[in-house]
T-cell receptor
Framework: AQSVTQPDIHITVSEGASLELRCNYSYGATPYLFWYVQSPGQGLQLLLKYFSGDTLVQGIKGFEAEFKRSQSSFNLRKPSVHWSDAAEYFCAVGGGYQKVTFGIGTKLQVIP | GAVVSQHPSRVICKSGTSVKIECRSLDFQATTMFWYRQFPKQSLMLMATSNEGSKATYEQGVEKDKFLINHASLTLSTLTVTSAHPEDSSFYIC????????????FGEGSWLTVV
């Protein structure tokens, strides 16, 4: 069965600081991996996705993620966080036509 | 790029009434669509798999008679919350993959349902 673990439920960073959100997955084959962001009361927005190819994936809003098969990880990074990045971030794994399994989410708080 | 449209984005309904949420793939055909629900301060959980032309497959614990799913065409799946109660208030979101492709999963914008 596929699963996603986001070990950090809540993270606080200072504006301008770097950010890394952790994600570990379990999947029986080559995974399709996603990061989504959700602002309060809003829908999901896709930040980036990995299907194959280059393991370092660039996304929107300056985010990137690196797929590390040996560690079953797909951590999300941003070099300099902006106050508008405060939101909830979901890592997800799926494949082909299959369902997507979401992690529990990491709530990011940005302090001035 | 491929787009999945969900409507309405927000809806308020009275207890006991039914509400329908639509999920449309705008520029591709999808034989399978998925419906998810997000409980307050929790992650998104798969509710059911919607199969075009056949019955939906529900996840364990999801009441099929309460959450009616219809996938009548290759571009439209609907979720109807019947006899809604305040505890049904939630964020519902669908996803779809173009038929014949692999790994390209598109999500709708989601629908916020409030039952009063």
């Amino acid at each position: 069965a596929q699963s996603v673990t986001q070990p950090d439920i809540h993270i606080t960073v200072s504006e301008g600081a770097s950010l890394e959100l952790r994600c570990n997955y379990s999947y029986g084959a080559t995974p399709y991996l996603f990061w989504y962001v959700q602002s309060p009361g809003q829908g999901l927005q896709l930040l980036l996705k990995y299907f194959s190819g280059d393991t370092l994936v660039q996304g929107i809003k300056g985010f990137e993620a690196e797929f590390k098969r040996s560690q079953s990880s797909f951590n999300l990074r941003k070099p300099s966080v902006h106050w508008s990045d405060a939101a909830e971030y979901f890592c997800a794994v799926g494949g082909g036509y299959q369902k997507v399994t979401f992690g529990i989410g990491t709530k990011l708080q940005v302090i001035p | 790029g491929a787009v999945v449209s969900q409507h309405p984005s927000r809806v308020i309904c009275k207890s006991g009434t039914s509400v329908k949420i639509e999920c449309r793939s705008l520029d591709f055909q999808a034989t399978t669509m998925f419906w998810y629900r997000q409980f307050p301060k929790q992650s998104l959980m798969l509710m059911a798999t919607s199969n075009e032309g056949s019955k939906a497959t529900y996840e364990q614990g999801v009441e099929k008679d309460k959450f009616l799913i219809n996938h009548a065409s290759l571009t439209l799946s609907t979720l109807t919350v019947t006899s809604a109660h305040p505890e049904d208030s939630s964020f519902y979101i669908c996803s779809a993959s173009p038929s014949g492709t692999s790994g390209t999963i598109y999500f709708g914008e989601g629908s916020w349902l409030t039952v009063v």
